[in-house]
């Protein structure tokens, strides 16, 4: 299996960094799928058609906290979903949607033969909080990890290893670095620069 960092709506940069990645491989995302980048639906849709594996983000559960979610971001999935010009319009039509409702089913984290995929840093494996899986940014934590966790959401300029259990593959695609992918049987890791494709007009 092959895990891969963010997305963040850069849609482009993920094809390109498809291109790189063995094409015998199954597929996972440590969500944050959508927001801040151009092209949430793009991705969404991507991920959805071709039965790829992810986990949820914080930015996929920020979707029913409405103010908490255009503040970080959610308006840029919202325009990419509706393409009108007024906001509420775009949200009837989002809430609307089966990508909605398939966002809003994906799971907390998944166990891959020795590994945990998650969001956030898993420091005591399934028993980690849901808040912390999902926001938690505090590595100090001690682990108690048994499996290896890969997971996203802090964004570093490189893949961070940690205590040699924990690998955070959230390379800051959306604010101009690499989209990141790690391949589980060989820990191998792939990087793409984000595509200038997926930055704003």
Same mark, same amino acid.
């Given at each position: 299996? $092959?895990? $891969?960092?963010?997305?963040?709506?850069?849609?482009?940069?993920?094809?390109?960094?498809?291109?790189?990645?063995?094409?015998?491989?199954?597929?996972?995302?440590?969500?944050?799928? =959508? *927001? &801040?980048? @151009?092209?949430?639906?793009?991705?969404?849709?991507?991920?959805?058609?071709?039965?790829?594996?992810?986990?949820?983000?914080n930015h996929e559960v920020m979707i029913n906290d409405f103010v908490v979610w $255009?503040?970080?971001?959610?308006?840029?999935?919202?325009?990419?979903?509706?393409?009108?010009?007024?906001? !509420?319009?775009?949200?009837?039509?989002?809430?609307?949607?089966?990508?909605?409702?398939?966002? %809003?089913?994906?799971?907390?984290?998944?166990?891959?033969?020795?590994? =945990?995929?998650?969001?956030?840093?898993? /420091?005591?494996? *399934? #028993?980690?909080?849901?808040?912390?899986?999902?926001?938690? &940014?505090?590595?100090?934590? @001690?682990?108690?990890?048994?499996?290896?966790?890969?997971?996203?959401?802090?964004? %570093? #300029? %490189?893949? &961070? #290893?940690?205590? *040699?259990?924990?690998?955070?593959?959230?390379?800051?695609?959306?604010?101009? /670095? !690499?989209?990141?992918? =790690?391949?589980?049987?060989?820990?191998? =890791?792939?990087?793409?620069?984000?595509?200038? &494709?997926?930055? /704003? %007009?």
């Amino acid at each position: 299996m $092959i895990v $891969i960092g963010d997305v963040h709506g850069c849609f482009h940069t993920l094809m390109e960094l498809l291109d790189k990645l063995p094409q015998t491989k199954d597929i996972c995302f440590v969500g944050d799928l =959508i *927001d &801040r980048g @151009p092209y949430s639906k793009e991705v969404v849709q991507f991920v959805m058609e071709n039965k790829y594996h992810s986990v949820v983000g914080n930015h996929e559960v920020m979707i029913n906290d409405f103010v908490v979610w $255009i503040l970080n971001g959610g308006k840029a999935t919202l325009n990419s979903f509706g393409g009108k010009a007024d906001l !509420n319009e775009n949200v009837k039509i989002f809430a609307q949607t089966k990508e909605k409702k398939w966002l %809003e089913s994906l799971p907390l984290i998944i166990e891959w033969q020795h590994f =945990i995929i998650s969001h956030s840093y898993a /420091y005591d494996g *399934d #028993k980690t909080t849901e808040d912390d899986i999902l926001w938690g &940014r505090d590595f100090k934590i @001690p682990s108690t990890m048994s499996k290896i966790n890969i997971f996203g959401h802090t964004p %570093e #300029k %490189e893949v &961070r #290893k940690i205590e *040699d259990k924990h690998y955070c593959i959230d390379t800051a695609c959306v604010f101009g /670095y !690499n989209l990141t992918a =790690i391949d589980l049987e060989t820990m191998e =890791i792939y990087s793409v620069k984000k595509s200038k &494709r997926d930055t /704003y %007009e």
